[in-house]
């Protein structure tokens, strides 16, 4: 079955404490990203990744880092999480431009 | 920066009624527009992707539009049923990124 999983599906965590979400996807796209949603304002991309070993920016990079070592894995980063990241994180890879979503982590950040 | 907005935010309607939902965005310079459908605490499912050579897409019940030039897209539900109450969402695919209107609550009330 064709799917993006990611983990944990849940964290509570504390400000500074490195923290990584992962992500994988089984469908071998070349194409996969980082958002996050919050209310109000929607899903802004964080990271995206055209390949492997290539990575950019997207809208809200600030306090973000990712990899992309194997095509199948893109897991997301936080060094020193703060309050304000606090929300609602899916990872998402793309053939053709059609986008699959993973089932969502929700991050809480004291 | 590409802005996409989706009105109304909110929307309710009976049982087998057609309706329609409302997408527009600021640059025109687009390769494609998805829509996606997001059940509570779940992640996104594509619903339809209409690249920009294109004016419309058709699945099942839903049938999408889209109007490049003007900045529009809509997306059309025929004969409403209370399964199809969720947020659907518009994402552009601009450049390398993907950039997402609010989304809109549909409520179908049996």
């Known amino acids: 079955e064709a799917q993006v999983t990611q983990n944990p599906r849940y964290l509570i965590t504390v400000t500074g404490k490195k923290l990584t979400v992962t992500c994988s996807q089984n469908?071998?796209?070349?194409?996969m990203s980082w958002y996050r949603q919050d209310p109000g304002l929607g899903l802004r991309q964080i990271y995206y990744s055209m390949n492997v070993e290539v990575t950019d920016k997207g809208d809200v990079p600030e306090g973000y880092k990712v990899s992309r070592k194997e095509k199948r894995n893109f897991p997301l980063i936080l060094e020193s999480p703060s309050p304000n990241q606090t929300s609602l994180y899916f990872c998402?890879?793309?053939?053709?431009?059609?986008?699959?979503f993973g089932p969502g982590t929700r991050l809480t950040v004291l | 920066k590409q802005e996409v907005t989706q009105i109304p935010a909110a929307l309710s309607v009976p049982e087998g009624e057609n309706l329609v939902l409302n997408c527009s965005f600021t640059?025109?310079?687009?390769?494609?527009l998805q829509w996606f459908r997001q059940d509570p605490g779940k992640g996104l499912t594509s619903l339809l992707l209409?690249?920009?050579?294109?004016r419309e897409q058709t699945s099942g019940r839903l049938n999408a539009s889209l109007d490049k030039s003007s900045g529009r897209s809509t997306l059309y539900i025929a004969a409403s049923q209370p399964g199809d109450s969720a947020t659907y969402l518009c994402a552009v695919a601009t450049g390398n990124q993907f950039y997402f209107g609010t989304g809109t609550s549909l409520t179908v009330i049996p």
């Open positions: 998402a890879s793309s053939l053709a431009d059609r986008s699959y």
């Open positions: 640059d025109s310079a687009i390769y494609n």
């Open positions: 209409i690249q920009s050579s294109q």
């Open positions: 469908m071998n796209h070349e194409y």
